[in-house]
T-cell receptor
Framework: DAGVIQSPRHEVTEMGQEVTLRCKPI?????LFWYRQTMMRGLELLIY????????DSGMPEDRFSAKMPNASFSTLKIQPSEPRDSAVYFC????????????FGPGTRLTVT | KQEVTQIPAALSVPEGENLVLNCSFT??????LQWFRQDPGKGLTSLLL?????REQTSGRLNASLDKSSGRSTLYIAASQPGDSATYLC??????????FGKGITLSVRP
């Protein structure tokens, strides 16, 4: 299995632009998680999906952030408009049955907003 | 609100030493606890997962223990090697099914 796939691996954009991060979970996994990692705050859960349905989005920082999972093999995290404080590494992870099961992480997308 | 603490933030040891990494959490109502490894610029790799009903898990030179009542876990690494150099993160799954991470311990094993 290829593992969790994220794209792009690096993204540099200007403040105010829209950014879309993509994730393909491991085939057969029915839970998908988006995390953000910064030096100051560490790793934080933004949102997670079970069977393509958002279960908990309380970690989404504000309305500029949105996430979708149109099918079992694809999810997006969108930031519109982006701000310099959104600069971070964004990780996607998937698990077989839910948050209580082992999570497999993608390589992350390093986002820089100038 | 669950808080996970890992102290110290960094550790440097000579090769061959046995070492213990500590993790503490404030809310003992957890489903499980996981230890992850993160190499620079990479994603996280799950090392061990301990269910709340278990006391410990072992994988090769790694042994993780869990004392839920006291809110503590330790990751024991036997005979450390330079290849063990990485950041080790502890995370707990709470009753709300959220995974809460510590900030990690950056380990450097000197040849």
């Amino acid at each position: 299995d290829a593992g969790v796939i994220q794209s792009p691996r690096h993204e540099v954009t200007e403040m105010g632009q829209e950014v879309t991060l993509r994730c393909k979970p491991i085939s057969g996994h029915n839970s998908l998680f988006w995390y953000r990692q910064t030096m100051m705050r560490g790793l934080e859960l933004l949102i997670y999906f079970n069977n393509n349905v958002p279960i908990d989005d309380s970690g989404m920082p504000e309305d500029r952030f949105s996430a979708k999972m149109p099918n079992a093999s694809f999810s997006t995290l969108k930031i519109q408009p982006s701000e310099p404080r959104d600069s971070a590494v964004y990780f996607c992870a998937s698990s077989l049955k839910g948050a209580g099961y082992e999570q497999y992480f993608g390589p992350g997308t390093r986002l820089t907003v100038t | 609100k669950q808080e996970v603490t890992q102290i110290p933030a960094a550790l440097s040891v000579p090769e061959g030493e046995n070492l213990v990494l500590n993790c503490s959490f404030t809310d003992s109502a957890i489903y499980n606890l996981q230890w992850f490894r993160q190499d620079p610029g990479k994603g996280l790799t799950s090392l061990l997962l301990i269910q709340s009903s278990q006391r410990e898990q072992t994988s090769g030179r790694l042994n993780a223990s869990l004392d839920k009542s006291s809110g503590r876990s330790t990751l024991y690494i036997a005979a450390s090697q330079p290849g063990d150099s990485a950041t080790y993160l502890c995370a707990v799954t709470g009753a709300n099914s959220k995974l809460t991470f510590g900030k990690g311990i950056t380990l450097s094993v000197r040849p």
